[in-house]
């Protein structure tokens, strides 16, 4: 099931996607909207043949770049939230694929690693721990309880009709868009109308097996992420000779701190050490992953990595993105011991009652045991 590795896939893939969009809130309009040099003809033509999705196609207009643009930043905190969870992050997946199919030369391999995630994460219960709707299950007996989730389903609803109906979307995202708000809108009727019966325990099972093959697909492109990089990355000379570090720290776009570059830089020795170390962890990390020590090992090598990256070569937006997908092996144990510390820093609203002496403990159910 891995409730927590996907909670923190959740909150890692829409944080970072949340602080990009503000950090180039300034630049909106020259990235995704009416003033790149990409002009909305231009993504009309590769979207008609590519067959994309985006809704910015949808009008020229700068009022409706803005609304999109105001829209995946609430998507984005609601999913970092665990607010909704299904719906938003149908909202959180349309607003990434509308405004980077929107200038499709404007991304890097961050960028990329958000398009994927952003669609499997539509695909997993990534909100049974860490957020909103497992809160509101725990006090109300259920996450659909209350009315915002079916008047967001509504508006949904009627923003796929309008694209059905005016011809916007095509064939194979409008059956994925109905298939999704005809399942969702089934689980709502079976889990208000029948919470205990067998519906909806055939509901559960099979929102487990979509689950579990989500997190699949999750795991297995990040292996093969890692695999393609470090496989290429033998086939060059400069990785072979221990030398490819050393040429992108004397690029002034990659140098945010031009001495700790420059520092690193006159040592052959670390140059050659971290070019193979960074090939090696590649390479291996795949294979590493029947090894829980070694797996955990190597996963903490990465992520230190990917830190250096975001801070060595200024790329902070694309070692997020790594790092959260990277979160998909981390072990249940950890994150446990992770959440349990977090918890224990927010302030108590009133006193700890303790049970009685002679108070028997609570079963605890096989949902509760997973979540």
Known sequence: MGPYQSAVIRIGFAGTWLFFLLREFPQRGE?????????????????????????????????????????????SVGLLLGWRTRATSVVFMAGVLSLQNRSVFMGDGGDNVIHLMALYLVLTRCAQ???????RSRLRGSACAGAAGPALWAVLGAVFAYGAVTGRFSDGWLAAFAAVWVACALWWVVDRYEPEGQGRATLDVLANLLHNAGMLVIMAEVCLIYATAGWYKIQGSRW?????????????????????????????????????????????FPFTLFNRRIKNVLLGLMMLEHAGIAVLLGLPFFSLAMIAADAVFLPTVFLVWLGARVAALRPRRGPVLAAPPDAEPAPVSAGSALT
């Open 31 to 75: 990235l995704y909207g009416p003033d790149g040099p990409w002009s909305w003809e231009l993504a009309q033509r590769l979207i008609a043949s590519n067959g994309a999705f985006t809704v910015l196609m949808w009008s020229d207009s700068t009022l409706w770049f803005e609304i999109v643009y105001a829209v995946s930043v609430l998507a």
């Open 129 to 135: 721990v860490w957020s909103l709707d497992a809160r």
């Open 240 to 284: 072979q000779d221990g030398t490819a570090l050393y040429y992108p720290l004397g690029l002034d776009y990659f140098t945010p701190w031009p001495g700790l570059s420059a520092l690193l830089a006159s040592s052959g020795t670390l140059v050659m050490l971290l070019s193979y170390g960074t090939v090696a962890v590649q390479v291996a």
